[in-house]
Nanobody
């Protein structure tokens, strides 16, 4: 079992930056692929970025490519999402999720059903 806790959300002006953290506890985290998703009010949950257990591969949604960067520090059992050039449209609750086992094609990590564990989310609000 893996427990995930997101942090780092808050209120930021448009054009600003935030770094979200996803801290894991429980089982060995270094073998788990991790993804970040977000959900705005009235909208479906949206994939943002994913990273493999070793950190050797990453994958991004087109909507955030070039603005968001996913990384991980397995010594700290933490995955990060650096978000730059934030826009009001980025306002949402941000979730991290983890799945056990290796993936052959990283694109599968864009599907919510691929994940075994989810955090409770952290609110990000971008003001104009």
């Amino acid at each position: 079992q893996v427990q995930l806790v997101e942090s780092g959300g808050g209120l930021v002006q448009a054009g600003g930056s935030l770094r979200l953290s996803c801290a894991a506890s429980g089982r060995t985290f270094s073998s788990a692929s991790v993804g970040w998703f977000r959900q705005a009010p009235g909208m479906e949950r949206e994939f943002l970025a994913a990273i493999t257990g070793s950190g050797d591969r990453t994958y991004y949604a087109d909507s955030v490519k070039g603005r968001f960067t996913i990384s991980r520090d397995n010594a700290k059992n933490t995955v990060y999402l650096q978000m730059n050039s934030l826009k009001p449209g980025d306002t949402a609750v941000y979730y991290c999720a983890a799945r056990d086992g290796r993936v052959s094609f990283i694109v599968v990590l864009s599907f919510q059903g691929q994940y075994d564990y989810w955090g409770q989310g952290t609110q990000v609000t971008v003001s104009s």
